[in-house]
């Protein structure tokens, strides 16, 4: 099948074409005084108009030229997309007025603090913040972000990540879907329209996507506009199950976030072809292979570079492999996306196995990867957690790093936390014990001081380990405890919680269904909280229970392994340990834990209390997971992009 017709050489033959606009295009040394000044007297408003603090300008101090991209077809005269800062004021007492060669230092803006009001106005508040050595625009593409649209912890990531960055001196954009399911949609009120349309060559014909965009934390949240975004369910599927068309839908999102940076004005910049990409799971896959199949053979984004995060290799994007025409790509990249079914997984004896794997193609194609831990950077590497790409990920280990996810402080910090009834610190652990009474109240369970309480949240399915937990709490039923369990998932499972409260009412909690304000409340009241999930890339809930000072018992594997450390009571530097890690992961072994953690609170209070305040002390913020992320793009810009 003939490939579409996309890259330099259309660039050119646009430029050569005569322009249907009434104002040609000005070359790239030829002054563009008005725009200047418009954009001058834009952020001299900015600085004394009250209200959030201004966006700062990008490390470069002349206006980059900008080009259309690849798909975008022309503009007769720039335009700046829509922001959320104000708009500029009138030109009409100040003329054109030339920007002078200083410029408009970057210093003056990122570290103006604007007052929250007229009365005090004068009282300013500067927080420090650690700054990056080197900084860089930085493109993250991801199938979901919070709090627009979420499923789970790649949307925690991906909402919160970006904006630690962008903290530390970062410019950084998130390329995300814009979903419209009728349940979600306010999230995206804030957005404007860019103006900014493409056509995208893929799938038999040509599809066009817009753009929306939302400055908000000093990052540009640019979502991409389709009509298969919008249609009732979750983001991946509905009631009946996975969408047919998601291949179709994730293809368009890489197309539209190569193109975003070379064509979206952002606050009056492009962010041009010297970019970081950030590509997480199969959704952002086809990026690296665009840019190395349709970019960089026609010189655009040579100086690019891309980071593949793996938070969950069991989701890979595999289709048959008739669809790699529909991709748009040249056949002969085809060996890149090449997937082949061992015998025992085809379907029938005539099934030859071929597909295409979006995910596998990234892992080809990226300049680097990086897994959600350390251990689980591991775990990808070997025939058990590989998931068939054990193989080629172990070929890639000198690129290949862990990083272990932060978490947002703002929404889990117990001394601030909105949802629990009594907030609480490291320092003053005294409001623990009645956020464990107001629980057992609300939750109808005797309310005793005495007895450990022990927590689970997360999905009720096979690799969160619900059927182990349902074998052991016959057993566990026999202490002197109270088990409370919150989720959803497996229908049975569901049942099974149902049964087990009705059978043990004194001891026993099934909360069926997900709320974040009970999941506060449990993270904060219970004393133990049980995670014998079969793998985990990184999980966290166990830090969210460590930092409100509850006591993790966990299976020892991916980032539960790195994140919990072994309580020592004989270490060289006395006691040790933020909690238990157990391995292998069987029911003897997971009872036998939880016997010794019980034992533990029930005999040895200081050790207990020591254990709490560890496991508090620890940090897990996104700024600290954000500084081991600007390491990884340094080592990145080192070596050479892809390039076949």
């Known amino acids: 099948m003939a490939t579409p017709a996309v890259g330099a050489a259309c660039l050119l033959a646009r430029a050569a074409a005569p322009s249907a606009g009434p104002v040609p295009r000005r070359g790239p040394d030829q002054a563009r005084p008005r725009r200047l000044g418009r954009l001058r007297r834009r952020c001299v408003a900015e600085l004394n108009r009250e209200g959030p603090a201004p966006r700062p300008v990008p490390p470069a101090q002349v206006t980059p030229r900008v080009l259309p ?155 991409v506009d389709h009509p298969s975004y919008h249609r009732p369910g979750n983001l991946y599927g509905d009631k009946f199950g996975a969408f047919g068309d998601n291949q179709f839908r994730y293809t368009l999102l890489c197309y539209a976030a190569c193109e975003a940076p070379l064509i979206l004005e952002l606050g009056g910049y492009i962010y041009g072809q010297n970019c970081m990409f950030v590509v997480n799971d199969w959704h952002a896959s086809l990026v690296p292979v665009l840019l190395a199949a349709k970019y960089r053979p026609y010189g655009v984004y040579k100086d690019s570079r891309s980071i593949l995060v793996i938070h969950n290799l069991a989701h890979q994007g595999v289709e048959p492999a008739s669809t790699y025409p529909d991709l748009g790509l040249p056949p002969e990249w085809y060996g890149a996306l090449e997937w082949v079914f061992p015998e025992w997984a085809r379907r029938h004896a005539l099934d030859k196995g071929e597909a295409v794997n979006l995910l596998k193609g990234a892992v080809v194609t990226v300049d680097r990867i990086v897994t959600v831990s350390k251990g689980y950077s591991w775990e990808v590497t070997t025939a058990e957690g590989g998931q068939g790409l054990d193989e080629l990920l172990s070929s890639r280990k000198s690129v290949l790093n862990g990083i272990v996810n932060g978490i947002d402080i703002n929404d889990w910090d117990p001394a601030t936390d909105k949802y629990i009834p009594c907030h609480y610190s490291v320092d003053d652990l005294s409001g623990k014990a009645e956020c464990k009474a107001a629980l057992q109240k609300e939750l109808g369970l005797p309310i005793r001081p005495d007895v450990p309480l022990i927590g689970f949240i997360g999905r009720l399915d096979y690799q969160k380990g619900i059927d182990l937990i349902k074998l052991i709490i016959p057993d566990l039923m026999r202490e002197d405890i109270q088990f409370v369990m919150l989720g959803s998932g497996d229908p049975d499972f569901e049942a099974w919680m149902r049964s087990t409260e009705s059978n043990f009412r004194d001891k026993f909690r099934g909360w069926v269904g997900f709320s974040v304000p009970v999941s506060h409340r449990i993270t904060a009241g219970c004393d133990i909280l049980l995670m014998p999930s079969r793998f985990e890339p990184c999980g966290l809930n166990q830090l969210y229970a460590m930092h409100y000072g509850t006591v993790p018992v966990v299976h020892g594997t991916g980032g539960l392994r790195d994140t919990v450390e072994n309580f020592n009571p004989f270490g060289d530097k006395g006691e040790q340990g933020t909690g238990w890690a157990f391995a292998p992961l069987t029911t003897e072994n997971m009872l036998w834990t939880l016997r010794t953690a019980v034992s533990t609170y029930r005999e040895h209070k200081s050790s207990w209390e020591g254990l709490m305040k560890r496991g508090m002390t620890k940090d897990f913020t996104w700024d600290h997971a954000a500084e081991q992320y600007e390491q990884i793009f340094e080592w990145a810009f080192i070596d050479k992009p892809y390039v076949k």
């Open 69 to 223: 991209g690849f798909l975008a077809p022309p503009s007769p005269e720039p335009t700046r997309a829509p922001a959320s800062t104000p708009p500029p004021l009138p030109d009409a007492s100040l003329g054109d007025v030339e920007l002078e060669s200083e410029g408009i230092a970057e210093e003056s803006i990122s570290s103006t603090v604007v007052s929250a009001s007229e009365q005090d106005s004068e009282n300013l508040v500067v927080k420090e913040q650690a700054q990056a050595k080197v900084t860089h625009n930085i493109v993250f593409v991801t199938g979901e972000a919070s709090p627009y649209a979420k499923s789970g912890g790649l949307g925690d990531v991906c909402g919160s990540l970006p904006v630690a960055l962008a903290a530390r001196g970062h410019r950084v954009m998130v390329v995300m879907p814009r979903y419209l399911n009728g349940t979600n949609d306010k999230n995206y009120a804030n957005a404007v329209y860019t103006a900014k349309h493409i056509r995208i060559p893929c799938f038999g014909g040509e599809h066009e996507v817009t753009f929306f965009q939302e400055y908000r934390n000093n990052v540009d949240w640019v979502f």
